[in-house]
Each structure stands twice: as structure tokens, then as C-alpha cells.
């Protein structure tokens, strides 16, 4: 008997039968439940989700709604006081609760825990276990090196949460193994007498690049007003300094006896060679009031500044010319400025740090000097005769009452003779001019030396910096060389 095949149309009626009706329907061959499908798929689905789910949790718990307080217990341990400095600091024990409470503004609680290598993850909880809101205003949380330095803070003003039992988690990278601090303290001029809880935990972070002593700064050692006197930069590592009048001398002709130019602090550094450097002022806090010269050296320049400054007038610095970059910065703090009695008039109230990248090519010894800011259009401080009006000095001391030069008169430098009259007569002037009976030539009176009026608000006599010094190894390639082989 020979059976004919049946064509089904499919109608809304058909789509509605029970899924037991379409599992007796041939599929390619053996029956396959629709049922056994739906596993499959929800298997298949279940283990490629699962570990994206994890992993998106596990980089950002707060999109998960995960704090840390939900997968702890509730407050194991307690802290003992005082625990209010570095040396009565109580040990945290990872991933768990610990229970504290403040004692007054000015009471502050330290902890500490031990990272066992470089490049840790902590991830430190603070939560308010009594609190029924979510604000958890008026708290400071910070994580300190093993000298108590601040590497980073978080204020709780910030963040509105959505809970404060839950509370707020913060993150940070710490790069050297060793101990690290946890000060979790009042924000100034609160009073919380509330508990808090506590909890860190510790997990390898995935960079393993260099390990940089990140939060330290440095400051210079005086007298350090030579190269040969520079104080060391650490990369990565804020230089903190200060620039003094140098009470040596004024400008020369100013009524107002203004003085010099302040001392230099010399600073030095190690360059493997191919690296950029970035160079930031007053980028850790305010600076003084007040500006900075900043000059660049190599060695060679460094130490016999004169051979590279070629024929600079008398009297000058010849740092200033042997320089391989050198700028004024235009900081006066980063504050604003509120009146010239704050700030001098140039400053133009920067409110960000300045950043300067430089390139080195060649290793060797570096070095910057830095001085207060160095005035274009500053008074002159020594003048010296220009007897043939060359525009040259040949001659000795003089001066003007204003400006860079001014016509003066000098005594005819000839032996004079006598006319046939009897009266004397005298020879040209240097320049060709006069002679006959004048005694006396037009010369010119020149500045050969420049005063260096800082730029510092009145009545400031030191003025406080702070620079960053970060390299980047990773410069462009060397120029090609015809003369090497590879």
C-alpha cells in the first residue's frame, strides 16, 4: 500500500495545541521532546553566562549590587584604644567585620595589614551598622604606606548610598609588598559618636608592571645652590623645595633698592637615555605665591655653563645662556589671586598644575635649576662706558639714571697740542667726532649687567614649590646611526 505524504497548513488553531503535540512530531529523524531542547539550551546558556555574570561582578560588585558587607559575617573583633597612631595600630584580619566607633573630632583609628607582594588589590568596606539612611556624611577613610604617608583617601560626603549597613566600598592598587594602613578618622568639625564597621580584603592584582613608590615626596637639602651640590630625583617621587631672596645685593640705580636675584636649587638626575620626562609643578598642593625659573642641563652644560653661553654681555649669568630649556612658570599657587597684596599682578590665577614634557635622547647626568622667576624687562644692574659708541664696552664704570643706556660725557682720552694761537687742540674723539678745542667726547654709557627682580609678591621674602619628575621609557627610537651595524 502506498501512502501519500500529508502537507499541513499551520493556522493560529494549530499554533495553539499543547507543546506534547509537537514533541510527537518527526524531526529529522527520532523524536526529540521539545522539553529536551529547552534543557539543552538553558545548559548551554547557563555555563556561557555564568562566568561573564561572575566576571562583571567581580570587576565592578556595585553594578552587581554586591557590597562586601553582604558576603561577611556580622562583627567578629572589635578595636582596642587607643589604636590612634601608626605604632598602636591594630591588625586587620581580612574579610572580616571589625567593629569600632569614634570618640570625638579629633579621635582617629589606625589599622594595619601586611600585602605579601607587589601590586595588591584592597578593597576596604566602611559601613555604619546602626545608621537607617542613605548618607554617611561626615567620615574620612584613607590608606597609608608603612611610613603613615597618605596614598589615597575618600570622603563619605560624596556618595549617597543605598544603604549605610550596606555602607560604600573603595578600591585601591598598592604597589610595594609590605605594610599598609587603613585611618578611618571624622571629617573635620564633625562629631560622630556613632559605631562603624570595617572590613578589607586582599586579592593579586593582574598588573605586573614595575612597582612604583607611589604617596612619598622628597624635599631638598641646603645648600644645594651648586651642580655639584644637586640634591637626587626619585621618578615618580614629589620634590618639595624653597627659594630665599639672596640678601646679597640690590640692583644697581633703584631708588627702591630692590634685591637680586634669589638663590638656585639644583636638582640631578640618572637617565638611561630614549625617555621622555614629564615635569609637573606645584602638582602635589598650593605653591607659594610666586613664580619659578626652571632651567635644564646636561652635564657638560652644567658644569662649565660659560663654554656653551658664547659672547653674552659682562656680568650676566651664563647659566641663563647654557641652558638646554629654560621657562618661567606662570604658578602663583593654585590659588586664586585675590588682590596684588596676595599675589603679584602677572599672575594670571592658574588653576591647574603645569606640565612640561621634555625628551632625552642620550644616558647620562641631568640636571634642573630652579630660581625664582626671571623678568624679561628687569632693571639694569651695571653699566660700563662705550668710549667709540660701537655699541661694545671698552671702558670703565658708569651709569644712567634710567633705561638700558644714555649718552654721558668724557675728558677727550688724546694728548692735546697747541694751535699757533696758543690755545690747545685736541684730536678726534674715538668715534671721529669732535676734536679742535673741546675737551670733551660724547660717549655711550651701556648696561652690561642685569638685576634679576624676582617675581614674588611684596614683603615675601621665600617662596615654597612642589614638582613631579615621571618618565616614560617608552620614547621614540633612536635616530639611525649610518654608522652602526644593527
Known amino acids: 500500500m502506498n ?3 500529508t502537507r499541513f497548513l499551520l493556522t493560529a488553531s494549530c499554533l495553539a495545541l499543547p507543546i506534547a503535540a509537537f514533541a510527537a512530531m518527526e524531526i529529522g529523524g527520532d523524536p526529540q521532546p521539545v522539553t529536551d531542547n529547552y534543557n539543552l539550551g538553558y545548559q548551554d546558556g547557563y555555563a556561557a553566562g555564568v562566568p561573564v555574570g561572575r566576571e562583571q561582578c567581580r570587576q565592578n560588585p556595585s553594578s552587581c549590587s554586591i557590597n562586601l558587607t553582604n558576603v561577611l559575617p556580622p562583627a567578629q573583633y572589635g578595636e582596642t584604644e587607643p589604636n590612634d597612631t601608626l605604632i598602636s595600630a591594630d591588625p586587620l584580619t581580612t574579610s572580616v567585620n571589625f567593629w569600632a566607633q569614634s570618640y570625638g573630632w579629633e579621635d582617629q583609628d589606625w589599622y594595619y595589614l601586611v600585602t605579601p607582594d607587589q601590586n595588591y588589590n584592597l578593597t576596604v568596606n566602611f559601613s555604619l551598622p546602626e545608621a537607617n539612611t542613605n548618607l554617611m556624611t561626615g567620615w574620612n577613610v584613607s590608606i597609608r604606606n608603612a611610613v603613615g604617608m597618605v596614598l589615597t583617601e575618600f570622603n563619605t560626603d560624596f556618595t549617597t548610598v543605598e544603604s549605610a549597613r550596606a555602607g560604600i566600598s573603595y578600591r585601591a592598587t598598592v604597589g610595594l609588598a609590605g605594610a599598609y594602613y587603613i585611618v578611618v578618622k571624622p571629617v573635620l568639625d ?6 562603624y564597621n570595617l572590613a578589607v580584603a586582599m586579592e593579586p592584582s593582574p598588573f605586573d608592571g614595575p612597582a612604583f613608590a607611589g604617596g612619598y615626596y622628597d624635599a631638598e637639602t641646603e645648600p644645594n645652590n651648586e651642580w655639584n651640590a644637586a640634591d637626587n630625583i626619585t621618578n615618580g617621587v614629589s620634590m618639595y623645595g624653597l627659594v630665599n631672596l639672596e640678601f646679597s645685593g640690590v640692583v644697581a640705580g633703584d631708588p627702591d633698592y630692590t634685591w637680586g636675584q634669589g638663590e638656585a636649587d639644583w636638582y640631578v638626575y640618572e637617565s638611561p637615555g630614549n625617555e621622555i620626562v614629564q615635569l609637573s609643578f606645584c602638582d602635589r598642593q598650593f605653591c607659594s605665591n610666586g613664580n619659578w625659573l626652571v632651567q635644564f642641563f646636561d652635564q657638560a652644560r652644567a658644569m662649565d655653563p660659560q663654554a656653551f653661553a658664547g659672547n653674552i654681555v659682562s656680568g650676566a649669568d651664563p647659566y641663563d645662556a647654557a641652558a638646554l630649556v629654560s621657562f618661567n612658570t606662570t604658578n602663583c599657587g593654585l590659588e586664586p589671586c585675590d588682590s596684588a597684596s596676595v599675589c603679584p599682578t602677572t ?3 592658574r588653576t591647574d598644575p603645569e606640565v612640561w ?6 644616558s647620562g647626568t641631568y640636571y634642573i635649576r630652579v630660581n625664582h622667576k626671571r623678568l624679561i624687562a628687569a632693571p639694569c644692574a651695571g653699566y660700563q662706558i662705550d668710549s667709540n659708541n660701537d655699541g661694545l664696552p671698552d671702558g670703565g664704570a658708569c651709569g644712567c639714571d634710567t633705561g638700558y ?6 675728558l677727550n682720552p688724546g694728548t692735546p697740542t697747541t694751535t699757533a694761537e696758543g690755545e690747545p687742540d685736541y684730536p678726534f674723539c674715538p668715534d671721529g667726532s669732535g676734536g679742535g678745542t673741546s675737551a670733551q667726547c660724547t660717549a655711550g654709557c651701556i648696561c652690561t649687567a642685569y638685576g634679576g627682580v624676582v617675581a614674588i609678591p611684596e614683603d615675601f621674602y621665600t617662596s615654597q614649590y612642589n614638582f613631579t619628575w615621571i618618565t616614560n621609557p617608552f620614547g621614540s627610537p633612536l635616530p639611525f646611526n649610518p654608522g652602526q651595524t644593527n
Open 3 to 5: 501512502f501519500q505524504p
Open 405 to 410: 643706556s644714555c649718552d654721558i660725557d668724557i
Open 190 to 195: 564633625q562629631f560622630n559618636y556613632q559605631p
Open 357 to 362: 614634557n621634555l625628551g632625552i635622547q642620550q
Open 347 to 349: 599672575c594670571d590665577a
